[in-house]
């Protein structure tokens, strides 16, 4: 039996043209043809079942079967901001990753101790997409630009506005509980079914100062355990946690 393929296509409804990049990979390197079946996806939360009308060198053209509206498996908004590693491979392979488990949004911090000043979000959202792809999850993360510290805690209430209801807020850091703020374990605080937004410092940490202003905006500060986490691998724990919790 033939594999279906996976192609992101976010207007799919309203074209029946694969763009430009998922048109070249399905007639130069899948070789598909007149008649063959394909599987769109809007990142949006619909799939959709197509097959091709057509296929020149350049261009692929398709007829949409069926739509296919997908479940969430996972219930609540999941918010990843996170400081980007050095070596951008490593934060490469946290997206990668946690778009495979699922989450719905990624912000890159610029911090007071961050390693990288400039995000490439272009690469970054290339994987975004492939892994959405190859995990054929139906919502494709949302990617923000590089956000100083100072000015995303600005834009935290309003995000609770947009949304219309206060999500659950942590800090992850390694200082050890202090006169501040009381420490959780992220496992023993999330609610299940509630929106969440986890901050995950660089390599460095968070500065003092950041994790009292983000205390002030109604973040708690959290531990993911007992070990030392790289920023990437505590990154993902979050997800994988907070996940499994809304199982």
């Known amino acids: 039996m033939k594999?279906?393929?996976?192609?992101?296509?976010?207007?799919?409804?309203?074209v029946k043209e694969l763009p430009e990049e998922e048109a070249?990979?399905?007639?130069?390197?899948?070789?598909?043809?007149?008649?063959?079946e394909m599987m769109l996806m809007d990142g949006q939360g619909t799939f959709y079942r197509a097959v091709v009308t057509e296929a020149t060198k350049k261009r692929c053209f398709y007829k949409i079967e069926e739509v296919l509206p997908q479940e969430r498996q996972w219930t609540p908004r999941l918010h990843l901001a996170m400081a980007p590693t050095k070596n951008m491979d490593r934060t490469e392979w946290f997206a990668e990753k946690a778009t495979e488990i699922g989450f719905d949004e990624l912000?890159?911090?610029?911090?007071?101790?961050?390693?990288?000043?400039?995000?490439?979000?272009?690469?970054?959202?290339?994987?975004?997409?492939?892994?959405m792809k190859?995990?054929?999850?139906?919502?494709?993360?949302?990617?923000?630009?590089?956000?100083?510290?100072?000015?995303?805690m600005r834009q935290v209430e309003d995000m609770e506005k947009k949304n219309g209801k206060p999500m659950q807020k942590f800090i992850c850091h390694c200082y050890e509980e202090t006169d501040w703020g009381e420490k959780v374990a992220l496992k023993d605080a999330v609610r299940?079914?509630?929106?969440?937004?986890?901050?995950?410092?660089?390599?460095?940490?968070?500065?003092?100062?950041?994790?009292?202003?983000?205390?002030?905006?109604?973040?708690r500060s959290a531990t993911?355990?007992?070990s030392r986490l790289r920023t990437e691998t505590a990154a993902l724990a979050a997800v994988h946690i907070i996940n499994l919790i809304n199982q």
Request: charged letters at 30%; glycine letters at 8%; a negative charge.
């Open 107 to 131: 912000t890159f911090l610029k911090c007071r101790w961050s390693e990288r000043m400039v995000g490439k979000t272009e690469r970054i959202e290339k994987i975004l997409v492939s892994a």
């Open 224 to 226: 993911l355990g007992k």
């Open 192 to 219: 299940r079914g509630e929106d969440v937004l986890v901050l995950v410092g660089p390599e460095g940490d968070f500065s003092i100062e950041e994790v009292k202003m983000a205390e002030a905006k109604g973040f």
């Open 3 to 14: 594999e279906v393929r996976f192609f992101y296509v976010p207007d799919a409804s309203d």
């Open 134 to 152: 190859q995990s054929h999850k139906a919502w494709k993360p949302f990617l923000n630009e590089m956000t100083d510290f100072v000015a995303f």
């Open 24 to 36: 070249q990979h399905a007639v130069r390197v899948l070789r598909m043809a007149m008649g063959d």
